[in-house]
């Protein structure tokens, strides 16, 4: 692995499977791990987002799946944590045990009380600030949508952006007016900074404003969909890249809806990985259910549609 990663490219949120009894599958978290680690094109491997099932896992558990999935790929890529936390001491606390575990670099989620109250551009800059000096490790930006109350503005995404430790942006602003002033702001006061799409529910539209790859739970479940996508744009060549997003486009329909994600996509996504042979279980931890009969059948006929069913492709789990 370099030993300075830019993290240009595609990185998988990895899905996170579990036994019947709802712990960690770890034969089955190494195989999805080792599985995506050979694509050319995925830069990173993410655990602990939320197609990871982070609201779902205790700190604890949330080491364990990075420990695991660091220890399968062995350092030929980095491994980024997603930190889910409440306040600087806790952040901090959940960063030392990543980094213990194998990671790399961290990606920050807004706390819950900012998507309540708010919060104050100071307040955000020193928690970055915060879990870098902690850790020295690299950190990715988590942007949340522009109508939540924890969206960024562009001036606190410039002044992140000059941060030392943070490399990468994982911008999901999904408002295309500001995504494209959230990216301007940030090539203009970090320029080697990497900005990653996360909008799965539509990624043509938002690879083709000039970012640098996708950080994304859908490519846990089709990477080599979304590598040909963001190579499509890369090169210019719009037709291709259109035909790409129109076979993704029964997929992203039966995962994610018609409008914005909920936790279910998790749960669907899981179970269309399992019928595709790309996952072992579609078990998920309460309140979450796995999807009814009626979704399951939509999530067959789309797979059906684009040939990826497990019979269709002759998958063979190792």
């Known amino acids: 692995m370099s030993q300075h990663p830019d993290y240009k490219g595609i990185i998988p949120a990895v899905a996170l499977p579990l036994n019947p009894d709802l712990t960690i599958d770890e034969p089955d978290l190494r195989r999805l791990a080792r599985w995506l680690a050979g694509f050319e094109g995925i830069v990173a491997l993410m655990t602990n987002g939320h197609t990871g099932d982070v609201f779902a896992l205790t700190c604890e558990e949330r080491a364990e799946v990075t420990r695991i999935v660091a220890d399968e790929v062995k350092g030929r890529l980095p491994v980024i944590s997603a930190i889910a936390a409440e306040g600087i001491r806790e952040a901090i606390e959940q960063a030392q045990l990543q980094k213990a575990a194998g990671a790399t670099a961290l990606d920050i989620m807004p706390p819950h009380h900012w998507l309540r109250f708010g919060m104050r551009p100071d307040h955000v800059v020193e928690y970055f600030a915060a879990i870098g000096e902690a850790t020295g490790l690299d950190l990715a930006v988590h942007v949340y949508p522009s109508w939540t109350r924890a969206s960024y503005s562009c001036e606190t995404l410039a ?160």
């Open 159 to 318: 002044a992140l952006a000059r941060l030392p430790w943070v490399k990468l942006f994982k911008v999901g602003t999904r408002e295309m007016n500001k995504y494209a002033r959230d990216i301007q702001a940030i090539r203009e006061a970090a320029p080697r900074t990497a900005v990653l799409t996360c909008h799965d529910e539509y990624l043509l539209a938002s690879m083709v404003q000039g970012v640098d790859g996708g950080l994304l739970g859908f490519a846990s479940f089709i990477p080599e969909l979304i590598i040909e996508l963001m190579q499509a744009v890369w090169a210019g060549d719009l037709k291709r890249a259109m035909a790409c997003q129109a076979r993704i486009n029964p997929l992203k329909d039966v995962v994610y809806g018609m409008g914005e994600p909920t936790g279910d996509a998790h749960a669907r996504m899981k179970l269309a990985m399992v019928l595709a042979g790309r996952l072992r279980s579609a078990a998920v931890r309460p309140p979450h259910h796995q999807p009814d009969e009626a979704t399951r059948a939509a999530i067959e006929k789309a797979l059906a549609s684009v040939g990826m069913s497990a019979r269709q492709a002759n998958v063979r789990l190792d």
